[in-house]
């Protein structure tokens, strides 16, 4: 079975451009979260979706938006991208919001700003 | 608010050893707690979780792990280390079952394992 993709795996952008990451749960989760993890830290929460609404918003400015579709994929979308920006960003997802059915992460996107 | 502090960045252990990861973490709310595991350009994988249930905790690859709620501590061990658990480990709490999806990292732990 595949489990979380996430896509593009690696990529470079200049301050100020905009950045959309996109994330596929695996098939039957409902449930999609948001992680950013800069180099040397732990992740922090950035956005839960479960049912295609947002049930959870981290500490993160308006720059940071996301959204969930109808097949239950994912964006995170970064406008007026900041050096700050740069991190790994990892998206997890789960059959619902619940803790008993535990969380699985994707292997991230790892974005650069220049 | 919840935290997590991750006692030592770094641990090294030979081959053989016991392994002892500490965490510690404060919440305002019973904490569901969880030991995630991640190898060099790879996403976390759960290694164990606590959910209200037994104190000690059995999770995957012989590790598992004691929550001591006097203690606010829920550190992860395995009595023997393997070469193939060198990687970063993660502890993370989180406030209750709905909040799963919003937990709460420490800055990790490199563990490095001596032959």
């Known amino acids: 079975d595949a489990g979380v993709t996430q896509s593009p795996t690696h990529l470079i952008k200049t301050r100020g451009q905009h950045v959309t990451l996109r994330c596929s749960p695996i098939s039957g989760h409902k449930s999609v979260s948001w992680y950013q993890q800069v180099l040397g830290q732990g992740p922090q929460f950035i956005f839960q979706?479960?049912?295609?609404?947002?049930?959870g918003r981290g500490n993160f400015p308006d720059r940071f938006s996301a959204r969930q579709f109808p097949n239950y994929s994912s964006e995170l979308n970064v406008n007026a991208l900041l050096l700050g920006d740069s991190a790994l960003y990892l998206c997890?997802?789960?059959?619902?919001?619940?803790?008993?059915?535990?969380?699985?992460f994707g292997s991230g996107t790892r974005l650069t700003v220049v | 608010a919840q935290s997590v502090t991750q006692l030592g960045s770094h641990v090294s252990v030979s081959e053989g050893a016991l392994v002892l990861l500490r965490c510690n973490y404060s919440?305002?709310?019973?904490?569901?707690l969880f030991w995630y595991v991640q190898y060099p350009n790879q996403g976390l994988q759960l290694l164990l979780k606590y959910t209200s249930a037994a104190t000690l905790v059995k999770g995957i690859n012989g590790f598992e792990a004691e929550f001591k709620k006097s203690e606010t501590s829920f550190h992860l061990t395995k009595p023997s280390a393997h070469m193939s658990d060198a990687a970063e480990y993660f502890c993370a709490v989180s406030e209750g079952d709905t909040n799963a999806g919003k937990s709460t990292f420490g800055d990790g732990t490199t563990l490095t394992v001596k032959p």
């Open positions: 979706y479960y049912e295609k609404e947002e049930r």
């Open positions: 997890a997802s789960s059959p619902r919001q619940g803790l008993g059915y535990g969380y699985t």
């Open positions: 919440s305002s709310v019973p904490p569901y």
